[in-house]
Nanobody, 124 residues
């Protein structure tokens, strides 16, 4: 059974930082591209960042570029999202996802497996 479990969310003041983790099991992690998405109340799920199987290629939404960094540790079967200079508009539930086939990073339908989400709240 494939599982993706996020952790590291919480409440932080604007300008602060958080590091999200996503631990995986039940899949050959190194064979999957992975990404982070977020969903605010009443909004659609939106792409945040993605990283290739080897970690050599990354992509980011314009809204987080320069503030967020995605990374992965294939030995630990875990992916990360370092979030710096957080803004109130970053408040959302953050989801990690994994895809076995190379499809567009930014489309939720490209991903085969999803975590349950972790809440990030940024106060002004």
């Amino acid at each position: 059974q494939v599982q993706l479990v996020e952790s590291g969310g919480g409440l932080v003041q604007a300008g602060g930082s958080l590091r999200l983790s996503c631990a995986t099991s039940g899949l050959t992690f190194r064979n999957y591209g992975v990404g982070w998405f977020r969903q605010a109340p009443g909004a659609e799920r939106e792409f945040v960042a993605a990283i290739s199987r080897s970690g050599g290629s990354t992509s980011y939404a314009d809204s987080v570029k320069g503030r967020f960094t995605i990374s992965r540790d294939n030995a630990k079967k875990t992916m990360y999202l370092q979030m710096n200079n957080l803004k109130p508009e970053d408040t959302a539930v953050y989801f990690c996802a994994a895809r076995g086939i190379h499809l567009p990073d930014e489309i939720p339908g490209s991903y085969d497996y999803w975590g349950q989400g972790t809440q990030v709240t940024v106060s002004s």
